[in-house]
């Protein structure tokens, strides 16, 4: 089992910045690749970045590619996004996921644990 707990959503204006982490907890962290998806009211879970165990391969939605950025520090068990230039249409909650692959990183079904989310309010 692994735990994931998302922090550091809130409420920006648009064009403001905003860093979530995801701290993780259980198994082993760093044989874990990890994800960002994101829900906004009404719509489905859409993927935003995903990371694998050793930050070689890294992948981002097109919506996000330049102004989001994914790391990770194995040593600390946490994940990061790092959000720039934040959108009004960036708003959402956000989730983390860990799984022990990246083959299809963009599909929520195919990741084994969830966070509980954190809201992320971008206004304009």
């Known amino acids: 089992q692994v735990q994931l707990v998302e922090s550091g959503g809130g409420l920006v204006w648009a064009g403001g910045s905003l860093r979530l982490s995801c701290a993780a907890s259980?198994?082993?962290?760093?044989?874990?690749?990890m994800a960002w998806f994101r829900q906004a009211p009404g719509k489905e879970r859409d993927f935003v970045a995903a990371?694998?165990?050793?930050?070689?391969?890294?992948y981002y939605a097109d919506s996000v590619k330049g102004r989001f950025t994914i790391s990770r520090d194995n040593a600390k068990n946490t994940v990061y996004l790092q959000m720039n230039s934040l959108k009004p249409e960036d708003t959402a909650i956000y989730y983390c996921a860990a799984d022990s692959n990246l083959f299809e990183y963009d599909i929520p079904s195919e990741y084994d644990y969830w966070g509980q989310g954190t809201q992320v309010t971008v206004s304009s």
């Open positions: 259980g198994r082993t962290f760093s044989a874990y690749s």
């Open positions: 990371i694998s165990w050793n930050s070689a391969s890294i």
